[in-house]
């Protein structure tokens, strides 16, 4: 039963992990960077998910919809704004220099919330929108909560794959992904393609922020750096790029995590598991189910 | 010729000198304190500045000390590691300092204490209870138990009252506080006949427990000592009920900030803590204090870490006074001669490890407040 319990805890944490590597993956599949201010588009998911909560009924699906739906919108919003304002006018600089511009951008925001008057540093509750149900099964306890998050991101990793392989927009992404040159040759504007990604990615940051935070019962302006780092990991492990394998990669630090966590190990749970990322990438370059480019010399 | 420049040289310099004694007559003796008015740890640093602030207030309304007017400068480590330090330098080096008061997590009195330390300033812990942060040095202070008698304070608590025999204890890795604390509970638990079930270990700014609360609830353990800070023990008690986890949760004062209610809510019910002092204490010096407090502070109720950051101050500028002047060394000869000085948490008295004997305070949370329990003499 125990392992059962773990195996459930394994899946509400990697699941969230999930949805955050998707943003980060979707980003460097198009512009090859690592938009470093994701973890923070997520903590923003939270704080929206948390001050709306306060004035919508509470525990019915419809405020926790609404709650969701509005992170999603604010978060899709904000990384369209980042992306316009901070990254794209480094469109021709190196890459280098987009990437400390990011973690730039990530400081500034981390900073900006920890201000007093925006939202300040201390940890808020976050009110229970959703309906919280508890069942004892077997001796397994169920929180509502853990199937909300798995259910929601099986959702929109669902959503997301239509999206990218079903859509004029998804196929645009792509051509851009493959050849950004050759695209624009063919008519796609890049702009348009890079401005949906980020939003596209923001928003699932945004709804795993509104999730996590639900299922963790505290917001507060840093609660995306570890979370964020470790679904960098989850992205990287799965092959930077690839869809399905950032939701693998996440699901699999979020297992790792979880059992190491629950073992006589469990203050090395981290080290374990970015042991294991290098073992990993030793073994295989470019993740678990990245593709192989050869390089053109 | 030369030696005449010298002479001339030497007592314009001793002439700068007593001007300078002079001058400071009238200027106000600063005072540094460190504490995390921002961060993970807001509550702690938020409510011992207050308790501070509301001692420095109070003296300086009574003429100050040796005449002169206290100014507290306040610095704020955000709870961030290596931020105390930076912090301690920069009131040492470039507000010149007479003492430093804070912090109150122990980990970050431990970067503070090596720096008042090697510069020969006096420093006071209001609630660090690590047993390491006096032993850094002759210049370190704290007016407030420590972990080897709350330890011992709840263990007995564990066994005695709650009538435990097999406990989990749930320990920060990354905190001083935790990892000590912890220690001396298990120490003294396993000599009363107990026996620790398991052990499991998170890091501060953790969110997920599930795992670790997991691998408890296989053992079916009564209770769970959780050594943690306030923001860490609220979740793992929220997410200790949602696994179906019955068993009694009890902690040290790292659980003393309002927080912990806030966040915790009814999982919290029928939980323990230790702590410094209780604002039900009827004595008239506490409850005196508590009106100051209220009626400075917007009505806010006192906790252990606001009548300990008063304590502070107050022991400190006791010392000053004794010494008649603000020569480091002095006041570091004063401080540790501090005798029975009465606070509002108790009889101060300094040891030959520069370190506070003081009653424990067990405090049991029923019906969504805080109620006093029991008080256990050192």
Redesign the interface.
């Known amino acids: 039963m125990e392992f059962a319990q773990q195996l459930l805890n394994a899946l509400s944490l990697g699941a969230i992990y999930a949805l955050i590597a998707l943003g980060f993956t979707m980003v460097y599949g198009v512009l090859r960077f690592i938009n470093f201010a994701h973890s923070d588009v997520f903590m923003i998911g939270a704080v929206v998910g948390s001050l709306l909560g306060n004035y919508l009924p509470l525990g019915t699906w419809w405020s926790g919809l609404a709650c969701l739906l509005a992170a999603m919108a604010v978060c899709a919003l904000l990384g369209v704004i980042i992306e316009r304002v901070a990254y794209r006018p480094l469109r021709a600089a190196p890459r280098l220099n987009v990437l400390i511009t990011a973690i730039g951008v990530s400081l500034f925001i981390e900073y900006l919330f920890q201000n007093e008057h925006v939202f300040g540093a201390a940890p808020r509750p976050i009110p229970p929108v959703f309906p919280s149900v508890l069942w004892q099964w077997h001796g397994l306890s169920i929180s509502s909560n853990q199937l909300i998050v798995i259910g929601v991101a099986l959702l929109l990793v669902v959503a997301l794959e239509l999206i990218v392989y079903r859509t004029r927009i998804g196929t645009a992404m792509r051509a851009v992904s493959l050849n950004p040159r050759a695209a624009q040759l063919v008519g796609i504007n890049p702009d348009v393609v890079v401005t949906f990604t980020f939003a596209l990615g923001s928003a699932l940051a945004g709804a795993g922020g509104v999730l996590y935070a639900l299922n963790y019962q505290s917001v507060e302006p840093l609660m995306g750096v570890m979370p964020g780092l470790k679904a960098f990991v989850a992205a990287v492990l799965g092959g930077i790029g690839s869809i399905p394998g950032a939701a693998l990669g996440g699901l699999l630090i979020g297992g790792i995590e979880t059992f190491i966590g629950g073992s006589q190990f469990s203050t090395y749970k981290d080290a374990i598991a970015f042991a294991l990322l290098i073992l990993i990438l030793l073994f295989r370059p470019t993740g678990l189910l990245g593709r192989r480019i050869p390089e053109k010399v | 010729m030369i030696s005449r420049f010298r002479q001339i040289a030497v007592l314009s310099l001793l002439a700068l000198q007593s001007a300078s004694l002079l001058a400071n007559e009238g200027t106000p003796i600063k005072i540094g304190e460190i504490a995390s008015l921002?961060?993970?740890e807001?509550?702690f640093g938020q409510s011992s500045h207050k308790g501070t602030l509301l001692a420095i207030e109070e003296l300086n309304a009574a003429d100050g000390v040796l005449g002169r007017q206290l100014k507290l400068i306040t610095e704020d480590n955000?709870?961030k590691a290596g931020e105390s330090a930076t912090a301690a330098r920069k009131l040492i080096s470039r507000d010149k300092v007479v003492a430093l008061l804070g912090e109150v997590a122990s980990s970050r009195s431990l970067e503070m204490a090596p720096i008042a330390q090697s510069s020969k300033i006096p420093m006071v812990s209001p609630a660090s209870t690590n047993p390491k942060v006096t032993a850094v040095g002759a210049y370190v202070f704290r007016v407030c138990f420590i972990d080897p008698f709350q330890g011992t304070v709840m263990a007995k608590f564990a066994r005695e009252d709650l009538g435990l025999r097999r406990v989990a204890v749930l320990t920060s890795?990354s905190s001083a506080y935790s990892v000590g604390l912890s220690k001396f509970f298990k120490e003294r638990f396993l000599s009363d006949g107990g026996e620790i079930a398991i052990e499991?270990?998170?890091?501060e700014?953790?969110?997920?427990f599930?795992?670790?609360l997991?691998?408890i609830?296989?053992t079916g353990v009564g209770g769970i000592f959780i050594p943690g800070y306030y923001?860490e023990a609220?979740?793992i008690a929220?997410?200790a009920r949602?696994?179906?986890i019955t068993a009694a949760l009890f902690g040290g004062d790292g659980w003393e900030a309002p927080?912990l209610l806030?966040?915790g809510?009814a999982a919290l019910e029928g939980c323990y803590y230790s702590t410094h002092y209780s604002p039900e204490d009827t004595s008239p010096a506490v409850q005196n204090f508590v009106k100051n407090y209220k009626d400075r502070f917007n009505d806010e109720v006192p906790d252990a870490m606001a009548a300990l950051g008063y304590d502070s101050a107050l022991v400190l500028a006791d010392a000053i006074k004794r010494a008649g002047s603000t020569q480091p060394d002095a006041v570091r000869e004063a401080l540790a001669a501090t005798r029975n000085f009465m606070g509002v948490t108790g009889n101060t008295t300094i040891d030959a490890d520069r370190n506070a004997a003081k009653p424990a305070v067990v405090v049991a949370i029923k019906y969504g407040k805080l109620n006093f329990f029991k008080s256990v003499a050192p």
């Open positions: 921002t961060g993970k807001a509550a955000q709870t890795v499991q270990k998170y890091s700014g953790d969110k997920d599930r795992s670790q997991t691998a609830k296989a923001s609220a979740l929220k997410q949602e696994l179906g927080q806030q966040i809510g």
